[in-house]
């Protein structure tokens, strides 16, 4: 069945660092929030949810899809970029509906499922 693009609310996309590309990830951060209406999520330098990787949520509209997402293409800096809808569907979402930029890296899909239970 084929699911009509209407049902997407929003998008993140999730980069990655280390403490080696943690600069990179600042500049890559302030190009975002400088050239675009996006909201900045924190830094986390731990793990947290399904992210293998320290990192932070960059959220935006389905209407400036085509400008950030083409944007972290030329400018990602050689980070790991994970970027996905919002319908709702917190699995679905980060495995069949996403796109990577760079590696695709492992996510715990396990907490995804334990968290859409309740």
């Known amino acids: 069945m084929?699911?009509?693009?209407?049902?997407?609310?929003?998008?993140?996309?999730h980069v990655?660092?280390?403490?080696?590309?943690?600069?990179?990830?600042?500049?890559?951060?302030?190009?975002l929030g400088e050239r675009f209406e996006v909201r900045l999520g924190r830094w986390h330098d731990k793990l947290i949810g399904p992210h293998p990787k320290a990192m932070y949520q960059v959220a935006f509209l389905p209407n400036q899809f085509e400008k950030v997402v083409p944007w972290l293409?030329?400018?990602?800096?050689?980070?790991?970029?994970?970027?996905?809808?919002?319908t709702g569907d917190d699995v679905k979402d980060h495995?069949?509906?996403?796109?990577?930029?760079g590696e695709k890296l492992e996510l715990?899909?396990?907490?995804?499922?334990?968290?859409?239970k309740t």
């Open 95 to 101: 495995t069949e509906h996403a796109l990577w930029l």
């Open 2 to 13: 084929q699911q009509d693009t209407i049902e997407i609310s929003g998008f993140h996309a």
């Open 73 to 86: 293409m030329l400018n990602r800096e050689g980070l790991d970029i994970l970027i996905h809808p919002e």
């Open 16 to 31: 990655y660092f280390d403490t080696t590309s943690r600069d990179v990830a600042e500049r890559v951060r302030e190009g």
């Open 108 to 116: 715990n899909i396990g907490f995804l499922q334990q968290i859409g």
